[in-house]
């Protein structure tokens, strides 16, 4: 019987049915997450498992414990290779891979500098025994003797640590504690004194010194304090970081250029197309009293790739919808702002979780619909389409061969001409980027495949050309205006930009009687009826200057019209084009078809800077214009293109309409204009 009543007395163990401590045990948490789930088990034991709060609870443990806390991925930091990645990878990318090469660049110099360290005491002796045992841990130690030899060198270089006597001559400790934040506010101080006192360190401390150490000085006391201080070193960096985002039409390799980033680097990948969004929930995460509440989809994510310093792709930025349910792209402040999401706080969780480490990158196909709060968070990097010779080189070496594995033509290649490529891209395919010649390619390895099936290798054994392709695609798809020698009067030819690239177009004028209207066809946006109407008002006030009749305008009517009228067209860059059509006609004047002009036009007639320089260009290359006209303010874009692509038509660089016009009204060498 007594023993019977030892054992009713001893004390039970709580029961751990699910495993659910061992697993907290194992998983290393942080304090406080470990403070939270010990709190979640406690209160799972006191409740009967057949009860919602119990499954509410569980599934929140698991939630935490599944997530990545501490669990990182070690950078690959030799930028040789991650250049090769690239350059193994893709092609045509220009300045994009020198920018992504800058932006690694800074990350591998960073991560490999050695943590620098200043050492400030009176006694010789006691900076010679302080640099000799710190240096030995591989730091960079600098001394001084007092505060103004600190300051003197904090003038020269930045140092991460500097450990400093509190009593010295002619500028103690605590005075240089407060002069040198002034200048390097992110350094951290270590105090040393022989006459600690309680207020002394208070004082220290509050006046920011991370630790305060007493003499004698313990020397693994000291080497923690120092490592201590050193830990938010990387964090710090990771939290000024930018956040690169990559703005360009569809097809030119953004999210192919994040994965090559991930490769380089040696990081995981997750790439999360926001063109769905439209809950600011789905971000956030929801709260665990609601039925079916989960965290968001930025901790989903890193539950899913099991670290949390992944190369992170928030794809489609542009795409984000707003309505009742809140706004996400505000909600995309908190994850992108460098202040703020060390800490970011998921509804669901409750709790801070570091996102420091991840190296968010967005992609857009243009920043106009950005919010302007989110979009000065991004540092936009600039996408442009592809010439025809960068696309016929990423045809034939990566999609052509990608294709022909993909549909069994292997045993062995067929071969495919470039001629063959070239006609796809001119006549089949009307993009900046390569997905639908992608798809072309596609279409004619399933036409040969088939042919192979049916007929075996000699069905296909001829090489595929130019005309090979045009049979085995059928008609052209696309038609592409040429800009043709001679002129008309009343005609122009422009560059205009799309989302698809750069494209030729004619501008039309004619004059007819009638009350003195301006009419305006062919599907034209708000910016473009503006600019005509500035170049018109700009004709008629400068008319003794220009040639032209200063009453053309009464009793007259102005009809101007660009072809293609189904296609919705904007934008400010046909001003000029619409000002030589119009002095063209008013004149009597025939314009060259083969000078291609792209400018917005002010009311005094500057020729003001226009974007989408490289695709106007490069739809000149392709039209075969004899010559381009530009503003003046584009000469850095001209000179950026003319280092990617070869044999650019002559570009001519004006300020004023007057220049143009002078281009423009010239007839070509040994051939007249003929109306």
């Known amino acids: 019987?007594?023993?019977?009543?030892?054992?009713?007395?001893?004390?039970?163990?709580?029961?751990?049915?699910?495993?659910?401590?061992?697993?907290?045990?194992?998983?290393?948490?942080?304090?406080?997450?470990?403070?939270?789930?010990?709190?979640?088990?406690?209160?799972?034991?006191?409740?009967?498992?057949?009860?919602?709060?119990?499954?509410?609870?569980?599934?929140?443990?698991?939630?935490?414990?599944?997530l990545p806390w501490n669990a990182v991925t070690q950078d690959n930091l030799d930028l040789a290779q991650a250049a090769e990645v690239f350059d193994g990878s893709h092609a045509g990318l220009g300045q994009v891979r020198e920018r992504v090469l800058e932006h690694l660049a800074s990350r591998v110099l960073h991560s490999k500098r050695q943590a620098s360290l200043l050492i400030v005491d009176d006694e010789p002796i006691a900076r010679s025994n302080l640099r000799h045992v710190l240096a030995r841990e591989g730091y960079a130690v600098e001394v001084a003797a007092n505060g103004e030899e600190a300051m003197a060198l904090l003038a020269r270089?930045?140092?991460?640590?500097?450990?400093?006597?509190?009593?010295?001559?002619?500028?103690?400790?605590?005075?240089?504690?407060e002069a040198a934040r002034a200048v390097a506010p992110e350094t951290k101080f270590i105090l040393v004194t022989g006459y600690a006192t309680v207020d002394t360190?208070?004082?220290?401390?509050?006046?920011g010194a991370v630790h305060y150490l007493s003499k004698?000085?313990?020397?693994?006391?000291?080497?923690?304090?120092?490592?201590?201080?050193?830990?938010?070193?990387?964090?710090?960096?990771?939290?000024?970081?930018?956040?690169?985002?990559?703005?360009?039409?569809?097809?030119?390799?953004?999210?192919?250029?994040?994965?090559?980033?991930?490769?380089?680097?040696g990081r995981r990948f997750y790439r999360m197309s926001l063109a769905d969004l439209r809950d600011e929930a789905e971000l956030r995460g929801h709260r665990r009293t609601y039925v079916g509440a989960m965290p968001g989809r930025i901790i989903q994510?890193?539950?899913?790739?099991?670290?949390?310093?992944?190369?992170?792709?928030?794809?489609?930025?542009?795409?984000?919808?707003?309505?009742?349910?809140?706004?996400?792209?505000?909600?995309?402040?908190e994850i992108l702002d460098p202040e703020q999401n060390a800490r970011y706080v998921d509804r669901y969780l409750e709790m801070p979780f570091d996102l420091s480490e991840v190296l968010f990158i967005a992609t857009a196909n243009g920043v106009e619909r950005l919010a302007g709060p989110l979009l000065d968070r991004l540092e936009v990097v600039q996408f442009s389409g592809y010439s025809e010779g960068e696309k016929l080189d990423i045809a034939t070496r990566f999609l052509l061969p990608r294709q022909l594995r993909g549909h069994g033509l292997i045993s062995p290649y067929p071969t495919i001409l470039p001629e063959a490529l070239v006609r796809i891209i001119r006549e089949y395919t009307n993009e900046s980027g390569v997905r639908g010649l992608e798809r072309e390619i596609a279409r004619m390895c399933r036409k040969l495949a088939r042919l192979r099936l049916d007929g075996g290798a000699e069905a296909v054994a001829a090489p595929v050309g130019s005309e090979g392709a045009a049979v085995l695609l059928g008609p052209a798809r696309f038609r592409h205006d040429d800009a043709k020698a001679g002129g008309l009067v009343g005609t122009a030819t422009g560059l205009v930009w799309s989302e698809t690239g750069g494209e030729i177009i004619f501008v039309e004028a004619t004059r007819m009687r009638g009350p003195g209207q301006l009419i305006l066809t062919g599907s034209l946006g708000g910016v473009l009826k503006e600019s005509a109407q500035i170049a018109l008002?700009?004709?008629?006030?400068?008319?003794?200057?220009?040639?032209?009749?200063?009453?053309?305008?009464?009793?007259?009517?102005?009809?101007?019209h660009i072809p293609?009228?189904?296609?919705?067209?904007?934008?400010?860059?046909?001003?000029?084009?619409?000002?030589?059509?119009?002095?063209?006609?008013?004149?009597?004047?025939?314009?060259?078809?083969?000078?291609?002009?792209?400018?917005?036009?002010?009311l005094v007639g500057r020729v003001l800077p226009v974007s989408g320089v490289r695709e106007k260009i490069l739809a000149a290359l392709r039209g075969r214009a004899a010559m381009v006209v530009l503003p003046e303010a584009n000469a850095a874009d001209v000179e950026a293109l003319r280092e990617s692509v070869a044999d650019l038509p002559p570009v001519v660089l004006v300020g004023r309409v007057e220049q143009a016009l002078a281009v423009v009204m010239s007839s070509q060498e040994g051939e007249p204009c003929t109306e």
């Open 1 to 66: 019987m007594f023993f019977r009543k030892q054992e009713l007395e001893a004390p039970v163990q709580p029961a751990d049915p699910t495993g659910l401590r061992e697993k907290c045990r194992q998983a290393e948490l942080p304090e406080a997450v470990g403070v939270a789930v010990e709190s979640e088990i406690s209160r799972m034991e006191k409740t009967d498992a057949a009860v919602a709060e119990y499954s509410i609870g569980l599934n929140y443990v698991e939630t935490l414990l599944s």
């Open 157 to 177: 270089q930045e140092f991460d640590c500097i450990v400093t006597d509190l009593k010295m001559d002619r500028m103690d400790g605590m005075q240089l504690l």
């Open 201 to 207: 360190a208070v004082q220290a401390l509050k006046t």
């Open 216 to 265: 004698p000085i313990d020397l693994n006391e000291l080497r923690e304090a120092v490592r201590s201080a050193l830990l938010s070193r990387t964090h710090r960096y990771s939290n000024r970081s930018p956040i690169l985002c990559f703005v360009g039409p569809p097809g030119v390799g953004k999210t192919s250029v994040g994965k090559a980033i991930a490769e380089a680097l």
């Open 301 to 333: 994510a890193l539950k899913s790739v099991g670290v949390r310093n992944p190369v992170f792709m928030l794809d489609e930025m542009d795409k984000i919808g707003q309505d009742v349910k809140g706004d996400p792209a505000m909600a995309m402040l």
């Open 537 to 560: 008002s700009f004709i008629r006030s400068n008319a003794g200057t220009l040639g032209v009749e200063p009453d053309f305008f009464e009793g007259h009517d102005i009809h101007i």
């Open 564 to 602: 293609a009228g189904g296609i919705a067209k904007d934008g400010p860059s046909a001003g000029l084009t619409i000002a030589v059509a119009l002095v063209s006609l008013l004149t009597g004047r025939p314009a060259r078809s083969d000078v291609a002009l792209s400018g917005e036009l002010s």
